[in-house]
């Protein structure tokens, strides 16, 4: 191992990342990276519970006067059958044998146990700390959407899962809507009587192609991402599917977009010859979360510009086109800007955690916490 100087907390940090590295935690089995984390911190706890979406709530007590506060990061990572080889150097840690390391999240998941150490440890004052480790974010914010509200008190917090640099403060994210369309035309045989069918492949394929996808504006997205029909060569197909998304920071782009894609169905639809009530259509929308929006002059932002200031870096407040955990804490009524951790290249084999900037973001936490503990009197509204 490479000499690592950055101090105890530094070198601690990393011995844990790199346990927890070791441990596959694909969404859906992160049973083994909970116990671990319930190892780690029961000492300091007061109360944890796993609830029915596996999420790991752990509460630590802290001064009674001051308003809890919410730690966040997801256990799970995105698909992998293979631990990661890890090598580090002086600019980070890597993985050499092709496949994901982890960082996202368990850089986030680091930096909350190193900090709830080190309050202990050196007696800072601080708030008590609710720390909801997540399951399934990877898989549609699987966990955070099912946790109950009336498990956590806290009003604010922040969420450490932001791959952007450390000075990236993430305090907007888009919501997203998934949609399926469903033709339905009529089988036949494709040279005895193609007269007698109606292809859901062709009538699909005139959708798709008056639908426009990309980039639509600075705030929204449309991708197709899917589809599927037919039965086989000589069969007229009788079924074909199309499944998409719509990423947009506005919640009224979304409902528009939606509104024109089923009158382009519609039309499609009736310049069809009728059989038997066919051709016809299902178009369902999902809505995959919400998207959010803090505003700049509100207690935790302000709470955070200090934090950031005290370690000299001019906190920059950005927009994300991907949803987090921070978009269900939102809805809860959780305030939760997202904190970048030194994670880089995530969900790919080129992933890899900058130490710098993981130390850094571990400094800006620590002076989260000591400023919430300072400053009992400022308005938090």
């Known amino acids: 191992m490479t000499d690592i100087t950055q101090g105890v907390c530094m070198q ?43 999420n790991l709530i752990i509460k630590i007590p802290g001064d009674k006067r001051l308003n809890p506060f919410l730690l966040s990061a997801h256990m799970d990572t995105v698909q992998t059958s293979k631990r990661p080889s890890i090598k580090i150097y002086k600019k980070g840690i890597f993985t050499s044998n092709k496949t994901i390391l982890g960082a996202d999240c368990k850089a986030g998941i680091s930096i909350i146990i190193e900090l709830v150490e080190k309050l ?30 009336s498990l956590v008190d806290s009003e604010y917090g922040v969420v450490l899962d932001n791959e952007k640099k450390i000075n990236q403060v993430v305090t907007e994210a888009v919501g997203v809507d998934n949609f399926e369309i469903l033709i339905k035309g ?12 109606i292809s859901a492949i062709k009538i699909l394929s005139s959708i798709i192609n008056q639908i426009k996808t990309g980039r639509l504006s600075d705030y929204t997205t449309l991708n197709i991402g899917f589809i599927e029909g037919g039965k086989g060569i000589n069969i007229v ?11 947009s920071f506005k919640r009224e782009e979304i409902n528009l977009i939606e509104d024109n ?31 959010f929006s803090i505003d700049k002059n509100s207690y935790i932002i302000k709470t955070i510009e200090k934090a950031y200031k005290k370690n000299n870096i ?8 991907g949803g987090t955990d ?11 800007p997202n904190i970048a951790t030194g994670m880089k290249n995530v969900h790919t084999p080129d992933e890899y955690l ?6 850094k973001s571990f400094d800006i936490i620590v002076d989260i916490i000591r400023l919430l503990s300072e400053d009992k009197s400022e308005d938090k509204n």
Do not use: C
């Open 120 to 149: 202990f440890k050196e007696n800072i004052k601080h708030p008590p700390l609710e720390l909801v480790f997540t399951a399934g974010e990877e898989i549609g914010l699987y966990g955070s959407s099912r946790l109950d509200k």
């Open 314 to 321: 001019k906190a920059a407040f950005t927009k994300s086109f």
């Open 261 to 291: 894609i089923e009158k382009i169905i519609i039309k499609s639809i009736k310049k069809e010859k009728k059989i038997n009530g066919l051709p016809s259509y299902e178009f369902k929308i999902n809505k995959r979360f919400a998207g």
């Open 326 to 336: 921070a978009n269900n804490f939102y809805k809860m009524g959780i305030i939760t």
């Open 237 to 247: 197909p009788p079924q074909a599917k199309a499944k998409g998304e719509i990423r």
């Open 12 to 54: 601690k940090m990393i011995k844990n990342f790199i346990e927890m590295a070791e441990i596959l935690s694909p969404s859906k089995k992160e049973k083994e990276l909970s116990n671990y984390l319930i190892k780690k911190l029961k000492i300091f706890s007061e109360k944890i519970i796993v609830d029915r979406a596996s």
């Open 354 to 359: 900058d130490i710098s900037e993981f130390n």
């Open 186 to 197: 009529k089988a036949s045989h494709s040279g005895v009587e193609p007269e007698k069918g």
